[in-house]
């Protein structure tokens, strides 16, 4: 008898060890449980006087951590001028980019400002605040090269390279080869964008169109020439992601993202971080 | 010169982690250590039920990438309990490395001759009494050196905590290559510290070793 309840116990102390970790104990405050039901998201936020962002702190210039540990960019800049507005502070968090999508759907953080951009599959799982900043793309050509551009199309007729897959891959193909501005065999793909700079820089092509800011990395490295950084060959831009029907606190960041479009905040920003 | 202030700059900032991956791992075994010598205890002397539990728990979990571990504590059970991010980590790899412990565990307890767990029976010792003080003791010498193996292994295993956000050494080592583009550096500093907890760690165990030899 004594020994059978032993062994109940031993077991019973087994389950308890395996459970620990999967145990339910709902508890008085759940900060991370409001996520689902999103309505008061921004009231609960101004009542914890703090809104928690998530960002991937490794891509200089938008958010990077700077040598004595602080967030440095122009997301973190950004985000901590929208928390003033607000008037509650900003918690950042550091996470790996692909982490950040299932923490803003759970509740661990309230929002994720990682220069993301709000494609289709990203914006099934959040919402998403209209975009802070445009994507831009731009034109690089050797440093000798005596073109001149003023509008995306003047690179007709001309060889041009781009990354295979890309938004601007499709652009070209679109606005130049489909209307007979570019022969198609003046357009070069290529697997990744440095190959087509080098390719650039060699003389071989003359002209590369891809992302602007590293293309400008690139430029400097390779010694190209950017020619024209424009809005118009590219698609949609970077958007702060908030949990899923949290319409009040997306309503307000829209309120102040235009607010700060609008009276230039977001543009002496962005110079500030040496963005285009 | 620049580049060695590049290296003290970058040291500094990674230095900072050695504290989390410390602590991740000390949790991480030590919860491992409770899992292991508990299931392993089921799976030798418990009665059937118990042995497969024990069994199903080693089999599943070892079957599962500690990462895929980790994500589940953090955004599936942290709905309902919250759980800092560092917690949730080393819970998950404790939880991982118990499986592991528990196989290391049981092959020392079946080490220990049954002819012992017989004798203690039959001078009216319980079960629980004569693990304790007759089993235990043998066994947990004999696990040492694999369980020291699983130590170092755990502190490895400690880098995948920062899928969800912890600033442990491999973190930092990534932000400073960000910041600094030069991955090469940082990567160089976190081998350099991860090398020395390494040693640190076998020779703490190995003096353990020593210390509770059994003198045949």
Known sequence: ??????????????????????????????????????????????????????????????????????????????????????????????????????????????????????????????????????????????????????????????????????????????????????????????????????????????????????????????????????????????????????DDLKAELDRIIQEMLDDGTIQKIQEAHGLP | MEFFQNLVTTFNFILQGVWVTIGVTAVALAVGLVFGVTMAMARVYGNPFLQTVAAIYSVIVRAVPVVVIIFILFFVIARFVNLSPFWAGSLALGFASGAYQSEIFRGAFRAVPPGQMIAARAIGMSKLQAIQSIILPQAARLALPAWGNEATLVLKDSTLVFVVGVPEILRRAQQVSARTLEPFLAFSVAMLLYLVLTLLTTQILQWFERRYRLQM
């Not at chain 1, 703090?50 to 700077?66: F, L, N």
């Not at chain 1, 953080?109 to 975009?131: G, H, L, N, S």
């Not at chain 1, 900043?133 to 001309?158: C, I, N, W, Y």
Request: glycine content about 8%.
């Open chain 1, 1 to 246: 008898m004594k020994k059978q309840i032993r062994m109940w116990m031993l077991l019973i102390a087994a389950l308890l060890a395996l459970s620990a970790c999967t145990a339910v104990q709902p508890t008085g405050q759940q900060p991370g449980a409001a996520s689902a039901e999103g309505s008061g998201k921004l009231a609960q936020i101004k009542a914890a006087g703090k809104i928690v962002v998530g960002t991937s702190a490794d891509y200089p210039p938008y958010e990077s951590i700077d040598a004595d540990g602080n967030f440095v960019g122009f997301d973190m800049d950004l985000i901590r001028a929208i928390g003033e507005r607000l008037g509650v502070e900003v918690e950042i968090v550091d996470m790996p980019f692909d982490s950040l999508i299932a923490a803003v759907q759970e509740g661990k953080i309230d929002a994720v400002i990682a220069a993301m951009q709000a494609t289709a599959e990203r914006d099934e799982k959040v919402d998403f605040t209209i975009p802070y900043r445009m994507t831009k793309d731009a034109f690089a050509a050797a440093q000798d090269s005596t073109l001149v551009m003023e509008k995306p199309e003047d690179a007709a007729g001309h060889s041009i390279g781009v990354q295979t897959g890309t938004v601007q891959e499709r652009w070209v193909q679109d606005n130049l080869v489909a209307t007979g501005l570019t022969p198609a065999d003046l357009v070069f793909s290529y697997e990744r964008a440095d190959q087509a700079a080098l390719d650039v820089a060699n003389g071989r092509i003359e002209l590369l169109l891809m992302d602007a800011e590293p293309a400008m990395e690139l430029a400097k490295q390779t010694g190209l020439k950017i020619l024209l950084i424009t809005e118009s060959t590219a698609e949609g831009g970077k958007s702060i992601a908030i949990p899923e029907g949290a």
